[in-house]
């Protein structure tokens, strides 16, 4: 099937690998400079378009899909989507693509990572160290072992499991909270309990859930006093699902010990934000599939849903929005 006739719009960059065979298949308008497209020139070219290949840097709303007619399929280089809107998607036909799956052990990796720096407060020891301070009294004292303790992960999906299967080589133990319980916890080694008793328990509390109404601001005041007083926080899932001030108000009267997190919201996080006042946060820059491999990984299943939904086959990695 010549794929030629068929107009992609790509939002942002795509990686070379995915790049070259998306431009030799169809029509592709790029968008290769980086930084946002102008909203006249994007609305231009959607007006084109039978595919987005999507950065992930747009939203997509009723009044954006409007705005291209032909559109069949939006495929995300990213396994999110909340900066699509479902409901019109699926008033308008038009198929929805993302990347589960391919990016899997680079998130669970940094979150570990997190986890890790949780526990034994790496950033602050180098900060210490940068500092000229060697030799002097460390500000946060002694740390904590992980062994032994209590890993509580909200989210047991793909990534999840990935982070049990870390956290237990350090020979932690592994609660979780789901919408359902899993049919494999005992293959797995984890205990399913409710999300009040893994609050209540977990020294270490890990959330891996979608953005959507129901896991929107999740963890809120009351949830934090819920916590095991002393509990560490770490969030690898979308910055909104964490309501940031009582976050502040969690870690500055030293109810929660410690926060890590790869998200925030808002996103990106201004310096100046009075989170990165306290001592007892760290502060990734969203970059949990930010690998070379994952990254290449993740471009080629987009290329891949396009490709797909344009010659009528089912997407290898679709999601359904009715």
């Known amino acids: 099937m010549n794929l030629k006739n068929y107009t992609v719009v790509a939002t942002g960059k795509i990686r070379p690998c995915a790049y070259e065979k998306l431009k030799n298949m169809v029509n592709l308008l790029d968008w290769q400079q980086g930084g946002r497209m102008p909203k006249e020139e994007l609305e231009a070219r959607l007006a084109q378009a039978d595919a987005v290949y999507s950065a992930g840097n747009v939203r997509f709303t009723q009044e954006l ?11 995300q280089a990213m396994v999110g989507y909340d900066n699509v809107d479902l ?3 699926a008033e308008r036909n038009v198929l929805l693509g993302n990347t589960p799956g ?4 680079a998130v669970a990796d940094l979150a570990y990572g997190l986890l890790l720096d949780c526990a034994r407060r790496i950033t602050q020891g180098d900060a210490h160290v940068k500092a000229g ?14 062994a032994g303790k209590t890993l509580g992960i909200i989210g047991m999906g793909d990534i999840g499991c990935e982070i049990a299967i870390r956290a237990q080589a350090s020979k932690m133990k592994v609660i979780y909270h789901n919408r359902r319980q899993r049919e494999d916890d005992e293959k797995r080694q984890v205990r399913y309990v409710s999300q009040e008793e893994l609050l209540a328990q977990a020294d270490f509390v890990m959330l891996a859930v979608n953005l959507n109404p129901s896991t929107k601001h999740l963890m809120n005041a009351a949830a934090f006093a819920q916590m095991k007083p002393g509990a560490c926080l770490i ?5 909104a699902v964490v309501d940031t001030e009582a976050m502040y108000e969690a870690l500055k009267s030293g109810r929660l010990a410690y926060a890590a997190m790869d998200v925030t919201d808002p996103e ?8 990165l006042t306290l001592p007892n946060v760290t502060v990734t820059p969203h970059m949990a599939s930010a690998t070379t491999e994952t990254r290449d990984a993740m471009a080629m299943l987009t290329v891949e849903n396009i490709v797909a939904a344009l010659e009528g086959r089912a997407m290898p990695a679709e999601v359904k929005t009715k």
């Open 268 to 275: 990106p996080l201004p310096g100046e934000h009075k989170l």
């Open 102 to 105: 391919v990016l899997v052990d």
């Open 235 to 239: 969030n690898i899932s979308r910055g």
């Open 133 to 146: 301070l060697w030799g002097q009294r460390k500000p946060f004292g002694l740390t904590s072992d992980l």
């Open 87 to 89: 409901a019109a998607m």
């Open 65 to 75: 899909l409007a705005k291209a007619p032909k559109l069949k399929v939006v495929a």
